[in-house]
């Protein structure tokens, strides 16, 4: 009985912290705000059921298997008794049954998730539409590339509502990764090889990003906001920008590139870019290109993940 208990207390510790965390502030990856992390949390609930349904099982069993067989009622029982054909096809086909309830789901999922979600906004504005953004990670801040509207930003991206996002993710360093936990699952970002995610909000509003990978000191500012405004808004936005805001050059493009975090407010925006950030080209390569060799399309060497004398330092 004693053993029963110690048992016990945990387990009811355990369904109670869940309520006890629902009292504060929404969960952002149990708060869905567009197509793709509402599929993404459905698949979650569904793995929670599934785990909730096995736990049970094994607890109703434990309980059964504590009464039935225990100290008072052990007169002939064999622990070491082998040969029951039926509980050997069970234990093996249970397991089979749930990997598949599980698997099948989740391939679907991922399937869904690889191409654009369906444009939930006003048909005139967004029929047929899609937005691309070329994020690049660096230590320690987000670029982000628009191709279409040849404009730059810095830890922040605007996008129209209800309009699917292509992000195209490259990484000028250290591996990283890029997260929106209320519009879908991360995705990492990686020097010679682009990862595509797609993302969509279902209404206006502001959507806190970050970093999931860790990438040496300066990890914990890694942040960034997307803003999903109206299409409208969206259109006179570019235009605002390109009027009113300074070109991205080719000094300041190195700058940002340069391993630190941007002093506040740490947002940038650029009417327009130079050449080479379009090329996407990571560290090694830059370095080489300064230095007038061949650009090497090999895996970065050498990463340091501690900057000595630079990492989590701030722009003057």
Known sequence: MKNLKTIIKPAFLLLVLPMIAGCSDKIAVLNPQGPVARSQYHLIIWSLIMMSLVLAIVLILFVYVLARFGRKNSKGFDPNDTGNRKLEIIWMIVPV?????LAVPTVKTLFALSHPPKATAAPAQTAG????????????????????????????????????????????????????????GQQYTMTDMPMNLWLQADKPGNYSGRSSNY??????????????????????????????????????????????????????????YPEIVAKDLNKAQMDALMAGKPIETDSMHGMDMKNDGKGGHHND
Not at 97 to 101: F, K, T
Not at 144 to 170: C, D, M, S, W
Not at 230 to 256: C, E, I, R
Request: aromatic share 14%; hydrophobic share 45%.
């Open 97 to 101: 049954v749930i990997c598949v309830l």
């Open 129 to 184: 539409k899609t937005l691309t953004i070329d994020v690049t990670s660096v230590q320690w801040k987000w670029l982000f590339r628009y191709p279409g509207q040849k404009i730059e930003t810095v830890n922040y991206v605007v996008i129209p509502a209800g309009t699917p996002v292509k992000f195209r993710l490259h990484a000028y360093d250290a591996m990283n990764a890029f997260w929106v936990p209320e519009l879908g």
């Open 215 to 272: 990438s040496g000191r300066g990890f914990a500012h890694m942040t960034f906001t997307v803003m999903s405004r109206s299409a409208d808004y969206f259109d006179s936005w570019v235009k605002d920008v390109k009027a009113n805001k300074p070109a991205l050059t080719h000094v300041k493009y190195m700058q940002l590139l340069e391993p630190n975090v941007l002093n506040k407010p740490q947002t940038l925006t650029f009417s327009s």
